[in-house]
Structure formats: structure tokens, C-alpha cells
């Protein structure tokens, strides 16, 4: 009878303690190892044969079905509308649902991710684009664990993906004010940095229906400094973005007409500044956001906004993440099926009573807002 080959065996052959072996084996990485020491570890077990053993589970009791949704902010109600798509439909499934909230800190997000190899949902779920410096990590969780990710269309990923095109979604916010005959323009932003491709593309959008249009020069762009998203979001975080940066606007006396938050909670920010300013709107300035949250659609704000359907997007991520999970369970062959799934909604604008005609476009205006 072939002797079993044990942790032991393959340090010697490795050439490191057993403990690392067993670390580097049960994929226990609040350790730090080299890239080499774990490819020695790997290549011994392999060429000794191991084969890990089997999990005791005590009798009776039943594991839970749980997926892992990771956030970057729930003080944003547009992440909170895909947890409901998601969850809505994972309840329908019998799962449950375990959210890390990342709070766009690269630590957590590292921590939680390498949770994943010991925690083994059936499912993670992603409602943002992962940090580029962890898509190789999530990568790698996708071969074992069905991984779907709400992101931003055109970055290059090799995992399932809900996509959402952020550029045509600024290229509607900017048709509308052109159409009422706003020239010259805000546009206010959370940081625009590399690590947020997707707030980038929603403004790369807009400016192009400027540039069109031969008036870029009279877009202004007002981001947030990158310091904001080193820190932990407070609920007000987006809403002061927006409340401040068009403060400082009004400050530079620009001639601007109109003013568009990046987001649903950037807008009401604006809204409240121009209200403390005395400001009218839409008669003397319209706002716009993006996102159509359940505040915007409340009687008083009436924002003008852009509905992409946040919470199908959520619904469709879990489906995909059932279909993966269905052809781990019921395998067609032998061989192990490696599908894409890409889903995209049509984004439609949603006037209200937050924009009008530009003053000197000479077209009737709206009444404006107390």
C-alpha cells in the first residue's frame, strides 16, 4: 500500500518548516510568504502526490448558502439599491448574504478578500470595480469561486460582469442641458483619480457632448481633493462634496448655468448650497445628478436625474452568480464550462423640475424652486 504523503514530507522536499507548509496548503495568508516559498510548497505537494484531506463536518448540521457582496460605500443609497436587487434575489434562493464594506481602503479590501479562501462562499459579488492591484487576487478567487462584478464597461476583466457604460451616462446629462441652451457649465465630482475609472468615464462623457458641441472650454470641473477617499465616508460625505465645491463656485462668480453632481447625493448638496445662496432653481441655476435614488423622486428635491436601473443590476449579478454556481453542480461534462455573462441596461433621463432653459437661450423658463 502507497504511504500518504504528509505536510511533513513535503517541507523536507520544500525545504521549509512544516508550519509554512501547512499555512501556504490551507491558504492561511494573514501570513506573509514569497511568491517563491508558496511555488516550492505547490510544486512539492504536487510532485509528492498529496492530497489534501477531507473536511470533518458534524452530523446534522447544515451549511448556510451565503454569498459575499463587497461595497466601497453605504453611505451612498445607489449601493444600498443594488444590495437590495442582490439580496432580493438571493432570498428567493435561500441565501444569505454576508457585506463587506470596503470603504474604498485598499487594506480592508485585501483583508476581506483573502477571508474568502477560508470563508468559501458560494458566491461573491462585487458592486464596484475591484482595485487594480487585487484583479490578479480576484482573478484567482474566480476559478474556484463564482465571482460577478458590477463595473465599469470597456475595463478589460476576466470575470463575469453586469456592465454599466458611465460615459453615455454623462453623454444624456449633457444632451439635456444643450438642448435648454446651457453654454457654459459645472460639472462637480468625488476624486477623480485612477483607482475610479468609472467617475472618470461619466465625465469624459459630458465633455464630449461639449466638445461637440465647440464649447469644452466652458465645462468646469470641480473634483474633490484624493484625501477624501483616504478617509472613512460619513453619511454626509458626497452630500458635502457637492454642498462645498459649489460654495467655491459661486465664490468664483463663473457665469455658469448649470451645475451637475456626479452622483444622486452630490446634487442635493448643490441644491442646498444654492438654497442658502438665494438662489433659484431652476430660474437662476438647474442641477442635475445621476443615479435616480429614492430622495430624488421626493416632491420637495424634484431632481433631474438619470435612471439606469441600480437595482436590476443587482438582481442580474446574483442571477449570474446562480447560472455559475448551477454548472459547478451539474456539470454538462467532464470538462468544466467557462462562461461570460454581460448584461447592460439602456440609461433613460428623467426630467423634473430641477432644470430649465438657460437665461440667455431667449426660451421660456420653468417656474423656478423656492
Given at each position: ?14 525545504g521549509?518548516?512544516?508550519?509554512t ?120 478567487l ?16 476576466d ?21 435648454l ?7 462637480i ?8 475609472k ?32 483616504l ?36 446634487a ?10 438665494k ?55 467532464d ?22 432653459y ?11 424652486k423656492?
Open positions: 500500500m502507497k504511504k500518504k504523503v504528509t505536510s511533513t514530507d513535503i517541507a523536507k522536499a520544500a521549509v518548516s512544516q508550519s507548509v501547512s499555512m501556504v496548503l490551507n491558504k492561511k495568508y494573514n501570513v506573509s510568504f514569497s511568491r517563491e516559498t508558496i511555488d516550492k510548497v505547490e510544486h512539492a505537494a504536487k510532485e509528492l502526490g498529496y492530497v489534501p484531506p477531507k473536511r470533518k463536518t458534524k452530523k446534522g448540521v447544515k451549511k448556510e448558502k451565503l454569498l459575499v457582496v463587497f461595497c466601497s460605500n453605504l453611505t451612498n443609497p445607489y449601493y444600498v439599491m443594488l444590495l437590495q436587487g442582490i439580496e432580493l434575489r438571493a432570498k428567493e434562493q435561500g441565501f444569505g448574504l454576508f457585506v463587506c464594506n470596503t470603504q474604498r481602503d485598499l487594506r480592508m479590501e485585501e483583508r476581506y478578500l483573502k477571508m474568502m479562501w477560508e470563508l468559501r462562499p458560494l458566491g461573491i459579488i462585487y458592486t464596484c470595480n475591484p482595485s487594480h492591484c487585487f484583479m490578479e487576487l480576484v482573478t484567482e474566480a476559478q474556484k469561486i463564482p465571482v460577478a462584478i458590477v463595473n465599469n464597461q470597456n475595463e478589460k476583466m470575470v463575469d460582469a453586469v456592465e454599466l457604460d458611465n460615459s453615455k451616462l454623462g453623454r444624456i446629462m449633457a444632451k439635456h442641458l444643450l438642448d441652451g446651457h453654454r457654459r457649465v459645472a460639472y465630482a468625488p476624486p477623480l483619480t485612477a483607482r475610479q468609472q467617475r472618470s468615464k461619466r465625465v469624459e462623457g459630458f465633455l464630449k457632448e461639449y466638445e461637440k458641441a465647440g464649447l469644452k472650454a466652458n465645462v468646469i470641473i470641480k473634483a474633490a481633493k484624493e484625501e477624501i477617499d478617509n472613512v465616508a460619513h453619511i454626509d460625505s458626497e452630500y458635502k462634496i457637492g454642498f462645498d465645491l459649489t460654495q467655491e463656485l459661486l465664490k468664483e462668480r463663473s457665469g455658469i448655468t448649470a451645475i451637475v453632481g456626479l452622483n444622486d447625493m452630490i442635493f448638496g448643490i441644491l442646498d448650497a444654492l438654497h442658502e445662496a438662489l433659484r432653481v431652476p430660474s437662476d441655476m438647474s442641477v442635475m445628478g445621476c443615479d435616480n435614488t429614492l430622495f430624488a423622486r421626493m416632491h420637495k428635491v424634484d431632481l433631474t436625474t438619470i435612471e439606469h436601473f441600480v437595482i436590476f443590476k443587482g438582481r442580474d449579478a446574483c442571477d449570474i452568480i446562480m447560472k455559475k454556481i448551477a454548472s459547478h453542480t451539474s456539470p454538462y461534462s470538462i468544466e464550462p467557462i462562461s461570460t455573462y454581460h448584461v447592460e441596461y439602456e440609461p433613460q433621463l428623467i426630467v423634473r423640475g430641477t432644470t430649465g438657460a437665461k440667455e437661450s431667449g426660451k421660456r423658463e420653468k417656474k423656478g423656492n
